[in-house]
Nanobody, 127 residues
Framework: QVQLVESGGGLVQAGGSLRLSCAAS????????MGWFRQTPGKEREFVAT????????YYADSVKGRFTVSRDNAKNTVYLQMNSLKPEDTAVYYC????????????????????WGQGTQVTVSS
């Protein structure tokens, strides 16, 4: 069982930055691909970014590419999402998620593959 706790959300003006953190309670953090997703009312939860369990490879949704950066610190069991140049359309509840990533595979964008989820943190970008 992996427990995930997000932090760092809040209210920011358009063009500003926020850094989300997600702490994982597991001794095998480096076995898990970590993803960030977001959701607004009435919409499906959508992929934002994911990072490989060990080699640092990252993948992004087109809507955030060049503005958001996902990173992880396996020694601290933590994954981060640095969000720059924020736009009002980035307003959402942001969730981190994890799944056991088999060796020699790339991390997936498919939210149904993620077994573990945090409680979410609200990000609001004002215009």
């Amino acid at each position: 069982q992996v427990q995930l706790v997000e932090s760092g959300g809040g209210l920011v003006q358009a063009g500003g930055s926020l850094r989300l953190s997600c702490a994982a309670s597991t001794r095998t953090f480096s076995s898990y691909a970590m993803g960030w997703f977001r959701q607004t009312p009435g919409k499906e939860r959508e992929f934002v970014a994911t990072i490989d369990r060990s080699d640092g490879s990252t993948y992004y949704a087109d809507s955030v590419k060049g503005r958001f950066t996902v990173s992880r610190d396996n020694a601290k069991n933590t994954v981060y999402l640095q969000m720059n140049s924020l736009k009002p359309e980035d307003t959402a509840v942001y969730y981190c998620a994890a799944y056991f990533q088999r060796p020699l595979t790339i991390p997936t964008r498919d939210r149904t593959r993620y077994n573990y989820w945090g409680q979410g943190t609200q990000v609001t970008v004002s215009s």
